[in-house]
Nanobody, 125 residues
Framework: QVRLVESGGGLVQAGDSLRLSCASS??????MGWFRQAPRAEREFVAA????????LYADSVKGRFTISRDDAKNTVYLQMNSLKPEDTAIYYC????????????????????WGQGTQVTVSS
């Protein structure tokens, strides 16, 4: 059974940085992404990496501040979050897709069939 395990969340102040990690059980995926869900809000796309095209995708709200990367040897995907803002406060979820789609499709939740349990990120002002 494929599992994704996130770590690295926490409580920080505005302007600080955090790095989230998502360790997978070793299966080869076509894409992996990060989503987040704030209280009383829907889950939204944050960033994704596509192995098929080696492309990175970012939500406009995090572009220039967040960076997605991966370590294939460790089967781990990272989300480096810099210049954090209070509006970045949310539960962050890692997701993986084993199917091939157009790159832009990976900004939607639909292609992802495997999800982690989430890690809380809280940014105080």
């Amino acid at each position: 059974q494929v599992r994704l395990v996130e770590s690295g969340g926490g409580l920080v102040q505005a302007g600080d940085s955090l790095r989230l990690s998502c360790a997978s059980s070793g299966r080869t995926f076509r894409a992996m992404g990060w989503f987040r869900q704030a209280p009383r809000a829907e889950r939204e796309f944050v960033a994704a990496f596509t192995w098929t095209t080696a492309n990175t995708l970012y939500a406009d709200s995090v572009k220039g501040r967040f960076t997605i990367s991966r370590d294939d040897a460790k089967n781990t995907v990272y989300l480096q979050m810099n210049s954090l803002k209070p509006e970045d406060t949310a539960i962050y979820y890692c997701a993986a897709s084993g199917s091939v789609h157009y790159d832009r499709s990976y900004t939607s939740q639909l292609p992802y069939e495997t999800w982690g349990q989430g890690t809380q990120v809280t940014v105080s002002s």
